[in-house]
C-alpha cells in the first residue's frame, strides 16, 4: 500500500527517534547538539522514506542594532508523488553582523527546523514546577529598541534564559544556576554577548523573587504584630 506524505513522515520520527549530544571539547563541561548531528540524524530518516528536504531563508538586518534575522522555511518534498509537500514555517535566529553571523543563524533555524519536523529527543527534560507562559505584547516602537539575541553554537542560551524567567522561587532559581553552571561558565570564557545577556535576564530574576520574598517576609511579621495584639 503506498504511503502518503503524512504517513512517510510518522515513519520518518519513528526511525530518527534522537540526536546523540557530541563529546566534551574545549574544556566544556556539557555535551553540546550540533546541528550536524541533527541534520544527519533527520536527513537519514527522511531519505530512507522517500523525502527531501528543501530550505529557503528571509534574511534581515534589524533596524537600529547590531544583529540579523534569519528565518527558514523548510519544504519537504515526497519523492514519490511531487505535488505533495509539508511546510515547516518560522523557525527563526538571529546573529551577529560579521562574517559568521549569517552562517550561525542560518545552521541554528535550520537545525530548530529539523528538530520540530520529526519531534526528535534531545535528551533536554522537562522541568517540574516550570510551566509555558504567553509572550507579553509590545508595540512597533517596544521591538524596535529590543537588544539583538545572540547565539552559540553550543550552548542554547535562549532556553537557558526560558527557565530562569519561569523560576517560582528562589530555590527552584538556584538549582538552575548549579544546574547550568558549566553552561554559564563556557559562555562566559567563549561568548561574553550572550552570556552579558543571560546574565542580565539572571539578575532582574533574582531581584524580583528577593522582592517577593521580602514582602512576604513582611506581611508575615505584619500579621503576627497584628495577632499579638489582638490577644493583648
Known sequence: MKKNIYQKLHSACLQ???VKKAEKKGGMHF???????????????LLDNNLYVTCNYLTEVMDKTDAVMVVCTMKVHDIDD???????????????IDAFGTGKAMSYSRKYAFLNLLNLKTGVKDEDGYEAKPFNKISKEQSKETSPVYLDD???????????????????????????????????????????QLKKV???????????????????????????KNEQ
Request: charged residues 25%.
Open 82 to 96: 511531487p505535488t505533495s509537500f509539508v511546510i515547516v514555517d518560522g523557525c527563526s535566529a538571529m546573529g551577529g
Open 202 to 228: 539572571a539578575d532582574a530574576k533574582e531581584l524580583e523573587l528577593n522582592n517577593v520574598q521580602q514582602y512576604r517576609d513582611f506581611k508575615s511579621v505584619k500579621l503576627q504584630v497584628t495577632k499579638g
Open 31 to 45: 555535551n553540546p547538539l550540533l546541528h550536524d548531528a541533527v541534520q544527519e540524524v533527520a536527513t537519514q530518516a
Open 16 to 18: 530518527a527517534g534522537g
Open 154 to 196: 553550543n550552548v542554547d542560551a535562549e532556553e537557558i534564559k526560558g527557565y530562569i524567567r519561569l523560576a517560582k522561587n528562589s530555590k527552584q532559581f538556584y538549582n538552575l544556576a548549579d544546574k547550568y553552571k558549566h553552561e554559564i561558565q563556557y559562555l562566559m570564557k567563549n561568548n561574553s554577548k550572550a552570556y552579558k
